[in-house]
């Protein structure tokens, strides 16, 4: 019997990752995208291929006949589906609360009706930890929304409402559910459209432009290629020790955005200058709805006790990869 995965936000930079592992892993996977954030042409390698299927919808639109038969066909769903990037969220914090909570909200209510309920794996996000520093626990960091007043914040707020509700639909309907705070997840195809640095550093770099640090650049992050990512959360959606549990995803290794510019620069061969610019010149108004986070870095203990993770790309590999696409 075949294997159906269903991917809501398919077309987005992690999603279509995710999508590719499951088929050329041999799983029938379909993907519903309404390609806002997304792109088509992350698909352009599947798309034609037997075991895929392609929903060029947005997922809230559709009726409830077909949700219902989507999620009912499937064995597992990834929900990817969210307003995601700084740039976005400042301007979209109304959208952005209502979008990435009215979603995994009708794939809960749907899964909780089915005898046969499929997996859920649902993306939360590491800005729930704040501005707390050290290597974040899912047990020993608390969440933390800085400021509810800064629209920033309509972000990790929607997120922190999914966990709730996840929990709530585990516990209280029986709906498998796995909540995944991603921690800056990169790789091929990633856009810096909506504020992602390190193809925003990459960009500059092949045209020789100024490499824009905001701040100091002392700020840390870990960087986890995605293609390590999809492997992780392939293996992770089979235990059953998982199941209404909170995971860090990641990489434990930090690099500060100055040293980051400054390897960009080096593995791409740049004559870019490297200019730090301040927060409030780059965001301008918008700086009163912006919460800088200084460090962020997974502590992946709890995640490392059900799956065995090792990563097949280290930072450089991926900008090389990074830098090859997007030349």
């Known amino acids: 019997m075949s294997t159906n995965i269903l991917i809501i936000g398919g077309g987005g930079f992690i999603g279509s990752h995710v999508a590719e592992y499951y088929i050329k892993n041999n799983f029938n996977v379909t993907v519903i995208d309404n390609f806002l954030t997304g792109r088509q042409e992350n698909l352009v390698n599947l798309i034609n ?52 909570t009215r979603i ?57 409402l999914n966990e709730n509700l996840s929990s709530i639909y585990f516990q209280e309907k029986n709906v498998p559910i ?80 100055m040293d980051l510019a400054v390897l960009v620069k080096k593995l791409c061969g740049s004559s870019s200058s490297i200019v730090k610019i301040s927060f409030k010149e780059y965001y301008g108004d918008q700086l009163k709805n912006y919460v800088n986070i200084k460090h962020r870095r997974p502590n992946l203990e709890k995640l490392k006790k059900i799956i065995s993770i090792q990563y097949s790309w280290n930072l450089s590999d991926t900008i090389k990869d990074m830098a090859e696409l997007l030349s």
């Open 49 to 100: 291929l037997d075991n895929f299927k392609l929903v060029a919808e947005d997922f809230l639109e559709l009726d409830k006949a077909e949700k219902l038969l989507l999620i009912a066909n499937a064995n597992y769903i990834y929900n990817f589906a969210a307003i995601v990037g700084i740039e976005h969220v400042l301007k979209n914090p109304l959208k952005t609360i209502n979008v990435n």
């Open 104 to 160: 995994l909200t009708e794939i809960l209510e749907i899964s909780a009706k089915l005898i046969n309920k499929p997996t859920i794996l649902t993306a939360s996000t590491s800005e729930v930890y704040g501005s707390q520093e050290g290597a974040l626990s899912e047990k020993n960091s608390p969440a933390i929304i800085e400021n509810t007043l800064k629209y920033h914040s309509s972000y990790p707020i929607s997120k922190l």
């Open 178 to 257: 796995i909540i995944l705070r991603l921690f800056n997840t990169i790789g091929p195809r990633q856009i810096g459209k909506y504020g992602m640095v390190v193809p925003r550093f990459i960009k500059s770099a092949i045209n020789n432009t100024p490499i824009m640090v905001h701040g100091d650049g002392t700020q840390t992050r870990s960087f986890c290629d995605v293609r390590d990512i999809a492997k992780m959360l392939f293996d992770l959606s089979v235990q059953q020790d998982a199941l209404g549990k909170i995971f860090n995803i990641g990489n434990e290794q930090t690099i500060s955005i």
